[in-house]
């Protein structure tokens, strides 16, 4: 763990103290593994409710949108769009973040110390964990026996 001294830090600089974090590091690659959980788990769940050819390779968003069309998961859509856009914005807009590109919304970029990194830490552990919950929720209840009818 580096030691922080509590001083500002901002833009590209604070995006290359993250760089350099290995604790930030390797929880963003637990979101990112966790991610690719909740895609698998979709995906083997939209194919056997709403078959179609294109499942494999879609992304999470055309799986969160095919549940959507198919009438599929309505009270998991909120949670499942959510982590979408939290992990998007972290493994996708970042840098764009700290470079003034994109609108500070889910993350913050100003007013930061050299010690939120410890934050941001936090808020990746968070998204890996909220990730791994819904597919283990989605893995679960594919499991699930479908009950039978006695005649």
């Known amino acids: 763990m580096c030691l922080r001294k509590g001083e500002p830090s901002e833009g590209l600089d604070f995006y290359s103290l993250l760089c350099k974090d290995d604790e930030f590091c390797q929880e963003l690659g637990r979101a990112v593994l966790a991610a690719g959980r909740l895609e698998s788990a979709l995906i083997q769940y939209v194919s056997q409710n709403a078959p179609s050819r294109n499942t494999t390779r879609a992304t999470l968003g055309q799986l969160i949108t095919r549940a959507k069309k198919h009438d599929m998961l309505s009270r998991m859509l909120p949670a499942l769009e959510s982590v979408r856009d939290q992990r998007n914005y972290l493994t996708h807009s970042i840098h764009a973040l700290f470079s003034g590109l994109v609108e500070e919304t889910i993350l913050e970029r100003s007013n930061l110390l050299d010690s939120d990194v410890n934050l941001f830490i936090d808020r990746a552990w ?25 005649r």
């Open 126 to 150: 968070q998204l890996a964990d909220n990730l791994n919950g819904l597919a283990e929720i989605l893995e679960n209840h594919r499991k699930k026996p479908t009950p039978t009818v006695d």
